[in-house]
């Protein structure tokens, strides 16, 4: 096993750790290691929220969860001769949950997926489902099963939904007007279109005193994919995959977090994953001004992992740009790709699923989200591939009609606060 160089008491919060990461990001947040380039080394990460979500049939968790806490970041680590303008190779060598422990942490043997209420950061499909739900799940080596969707079983692609780089103090300042400026442009929207600084609930490493009140109130959230990488929730960015990261500050600073036991391309409930806890192994190395030589200056480049979905029949669903209204819209990807999930949930209420439920399945199914025509105007063609392989029974359309499932309790709803 490589060498442990973050670990994680699952007795004690985020904040009470021997070594404390950070959920923000600025160049001056203190690194908690250093490695060299062709270390292998193990990181252990807590779910996103610091365990805040918890293993029942409520949802009210979810509705309040504190967004100004995420994502809770293991490290930064510092690289040895890593300098701007050269690129980070990151190699993840192994993953999963928390090993060998079963208890009240996400990652303990257990996962969560939830829909955020519009008031709490919305989602993908928020106009249509305004409601806090969540779905638990269960972990039985790679495969995950929810008391609160029944009737379907899955193989998990685990991944890290968030791992970059630092940024360099001008590139912050990039980000800060950037959004600000798109913020301004509807104040009171909600959920709003950006998040800007919020120095409550930061956590920033070694910082204190005066150091922490300037970086908390500069630093930025960790919502977002950027520059630097971030939180790109790609599900196929797993075990065996390569990433190269470009490198902004002396160190490049390295952090990740917000593991995933599995998701749908796009984690369309906004906490769609089924998050968790657990361990990552990873291995760096350098390429010393692989920015300017690959033109890689503003943007990640990774190759996939080696562990795709181990499925081969699947049931697609097609969407266009145009609203549920009859409005046509131009060549709108967005639109259409919300327009074939919502006729993926539209189906399988037909087998008896309760909408919440279908929507929480497909943010934590495997599925496979594409952009199918983006030229023929006016009309963009997203499309929604579901594996039929994870369900106990055939939704394949048939002359015998849909076969009616028992949907349980469904999945809990919080109540009005």
């Known amino acids: 096993m490589p060498e442990l160089l973050f670990p994680l008491d699952s007795t004690k919060r ?19 290691a250093t490695v060299r380039p062709g270390q292998s080394f193990r990181v252990h ?13 409520s949802a009210e968790d ?3 969860a504190p967004l100004t806490r995420v994502h809770a970041l293991s490290g930064p680590f510092a690289v040895e001769g890593a300098e701007p303008g050269d690129l980070l190779m990151v190699d993840i060598l192994d993953m999963g949950p928390i090993p060998q422990e079963s208890g009240p942490l996400a990652g303990q043997g257990w996962g969560y997926t939830g829909i955020f209420p519009t008031g709490n950061g919305g989602g993908f499909l928020t106009e249509q489902f305004p409601d806090a ?27 890290p939904g968030l791992m970059g780089t630092a940024p360099s103090a001008s590139l912050l300042a990039t980000w800060n007007q950037r959004e600000g400026a798109l913020i301004a442009t509807a104040p009171d929207r909600v959920p709003p279109l950006a998040l800007p600084p919020e120095p409550q609930d930061a956590i920033l490493g070694s910082l204190t005193g005066a150091d922490f009140d300037r970086v908390a109130a500069e630093a930025a959230r960790t919502a977002p994919p950027r520059e630097n990488g971030g939180n790109q929730d790609i599900k196929n960015f797993t075990v065996g995959s390569r990433v190269f990261y470009p490198v902004f500050v002396p160190g490049a600073n ?21 998050e968790m806890g657990g361990f990552v192994d990873l291995h760096v190395d350098l390429i010393k001004n692989g920015m300017q030589t690959y033109g890689v200056a503003e943007n990640t480049i990774f190759m996939p992992g080696d562990t795709p979905p181990q499925y081969s029949q ?39 699923y309760q909408p919440e439920q279908a929507y929480l399945l497909l943010g934590a199914a495997p599925i496979e ?9 006016p009309n963009s063609c997203a499309t929604v591939y579901l594996p039929t392989e994870i369900f106990d029974f055939d939704i394949r359309p048939s002359a ?13 709803k919080a109540t009005m606060p």
């Open 14 to 32: 985020f904040t009470d750790q021997e070594k404390v990461g950070h959920n923000r990001w600025h160049p001056d947040i203190p690194p908690v």
């Open 45 to 57: 990460c807590r779910e996103w929220f610091d365990g805040a979500i918890h293993n029942d049939d």
């Open 62 to 64: 979810i509705r309040d």
């Open 133 to 159: 739900y969540k779905a638990v799940w269960d972990f039985t080596g790679r495969k995950a099963t929810s008391r609160h969707i029944p009737g379907v079983s899955f193989t998990g692609i685990a991944h």
């Open 254 to 274: 390295l952090s990740l977090g917000d593991l995933h036991f599995s998701q749908g391309d796009g984690e369309i409930t906004f906490c769609g994953a089924i």
């Open 314 to 352: 699947w049931l697609a669903f097609s969407g266009l740009s145009v609203t549920l209204d009859g409005e046509q819209r131009y060549l709108d990807s967005q639109l259409a790709y919300q327009r074939a999930c919502l006729h993926a949930i539209d189906y399988l209420t037909r087998f008896g």
């Open 369 to 377: 989200g594409r952009l199918s025509g983006v030229v023929d105007i």
């Open 400 to 412: 015998a009609g849909p076969t009616r499932i028992d949907p349980g309790k469904g999945a809990p």
